[in-house]
Each structure stands twice: as structure tokens, then as C-alpha cells.
């Protein structure tokens, strides 16, 4: 006997710029309708501004998001450019995450930038002003994405591809301020 299975999803990206210098500052993904129970994840730079074309992060975030129950999930980077290697502050991409952090179906923030965050400075001091600017609220709901030995980890890394795990995200800072 042959189940038919249909599912909706809502595929919403926010962007802007040229065809050589293209920036995405949001990419959200829902397929429940009553969606009240968003993760956000954080990563490093988008791959493509084009909401119909999904690379390997956005695949494997949304494997985790719905393995872990969640009804969608709100990506948003450090980096709002695509197709390039600089790493560049961009106050909309700032300004679109605060908008993006006032969404109520938040109910968890992932940083998954992985290794990034311990050889880059640039990416490093984004991600704590980033941290340090959220509300307390918002910051009891923050975690840090990290691998099964506890190094922090990207939705790529190979040992954070089956399944997740959280650290929290103080004790990190505090660990790498030292250094």
C-alpha cells in the first residue's frame, strides 16, 4: 500500500544588493502553521540569497531543527555577504538580527559558527557584541553548538552532523577571554 505524505513549508529570505555584491541578512524556514516554536541558529555567512536553493548548512540545519522538535527555524550570520571569503561588518545585517530577535516563537538560539570564532578575530568579537547585546531573556536561551568532545562546532563539522549538542555560551567567553 502506497501513504501519501504532503507538508508545507514557508521559505521567507531577507535581502539585498547587486549580482557582485549580494547580501542576505534572514533565511526562515517554517512548516508548521501554528509555528510558536522557532529555533534560531547563527552561522558564519550565507551561501545564496536565492530561497529556492538550499546549500549543505541550511540541509543539515534543518535535519537538527526537526529532529529536535522544533516547528522552523530563523537563520541569520555574522556575515550578511555571500560568495566571498572577507569577512565584513554590515550594520543592516546588525539591525536585521535585532529585528530578528524580537520574533515571539523564539524559544532557542544556536551560534554555529565553529572554529571560526578561535581563529578570526573579526568573527569572534561580532559573535560576543552580538551575545553580550541580547536581553537576559534571550541570553538564558542562547547555546553554543558544540561536538561530542566539546570543541565548538559548525552545522558541517563532521562530528556535529548526526547529532547536536549545547554548551553554554558564558562559559566560552569567559575560556577564551583568557587566551
Not at 501554528?34 to 555567512?45: G, P, S
Amino acid at each position: 500500500m502506497i501513504n501519501k505524505t504532503m507538508d508545507t513549508a514557508i521559505v521567507e529570505v531577507w535581502s539585498s544588493g547587486t549580482a557582485s555584491d549580494k547580501q542576505r541578512y534572514l533565511f526562515k524556514k517554517t512548516w508548521c502553521s501554528d509555528a510558536k516554536n522557532n529555533m534560531v541558529v547563527i552561522t558564519i555567512h550565507p551561501g545564496s540569497t536565492d530561497p529556492f536553493v538550499s546549500d549543505l548548512t541550511t540541509l543539515f540545519i534543518e535535519k537538527h531543527v526537526r529532529s529536535l522538535g522544533y516547528s522552523g527555524f530563523l537563520a541569520v550570520n555574522l556575515f550578511s555577504n555571500t560568495g566571498s571569503k572577507r569577512k565584513m561588518i554590515n550594520d543592516e545585517n546588525k539591525e536585521a538580527i535585532q529585528t530578528v530577535l524580537k520574533d515571539k516563537s523564539i524559544t532557542q538560539i544556536v551560534i554555529a559558527c565553529g572554529s571560526i570564532l578561535m581563529t578570526n578575530k573579526i568573527a569572534y568579537n561580532q559573535c560576543k557584541s552580538l551575545y553580550e547585546g541580547l536581553p537576559a531573556k534571550l541570553k538564558k536561551m542562547t547555546s553554543l553548538l558544540v561536538t561530542d568532545n566539546n570543541e565548538i562546532a559548525h552545522p558541517l563539522n563532521v562530528y556535529s552532523r548526526l547529532r547536536w549538542h549545547f554548551k553554554e555560551v558564558d562559559a566560552f567567553f569567559n575560556e577564551t577571554d583568557k587566551i
